[in-house]
């Protein structure tokens, strides 16, 4: 069974960090962009970053530019997003997410497998 577990969701003061961690299982990732999403109440779920399995690749929501990183592990078989000053606008449901194919995508129907979600709340 193909599973993305997330973690390291959580409260968090505004200015604040966390780091997140999805861990894949169940197949082999090679060849997938590994990306995050977010859904806050009422929301539909956004594109936050992405990032190629061979590490290359990066790209950001311009809303999290410079404040967030996202990076992978290979000896982990992990993929991480280190957040940083957040705001309360970043409360959301975090989601990982995985495609085939190294090309950049936004939406999410492109993407083939997703997480449970961990929720991340940012107080003012």
């Known amino acids: 069974q193909v599973q993305l577990v997330e973690s390291g969701g959580g409260l968090v003061q505004a200015g604040g960090s966390l780091r997140l961690s999805c861990v894949p299982s169940?197949?082999?990732?090679?060849?997938?962009?590994m990306s995050w999403f977010r859904q806050a109440p009422g929301k539909e779920r956004a594109f936050v970053a992405s990032?190629?399995?061979?590490?290359?690749?990066?790209n950001y929501a311009d809303s999290v530019k410079g404040r967030f990183t996202i990076s992978r592990d290979n000896a982990k078989n992990s993929v991480f997003l280190q957040m940083n000053s957040l705001k309360p606008e970043d409360t959301a449901v975090y989601f990982c997410?995985?495609?085939?194919?190294?090309?950049?995508?936004?939406?999410?129907?492109?993407?083939?497998?997703w997480g449970q979600g961990t929720q991340v709340t940012v107080s003012s």
């Open positions: 997410a995985a495609a085939l194919g190294i090309g950049v995508k936004y939406r999410d129907y492109e993407y083939d497998y």
């Open positions: 169940g197949r082999t990732f090679s060849g997938y962009r």
């Open positions: 990032i190629f399995w061979n590490g290359g690749s990066i």
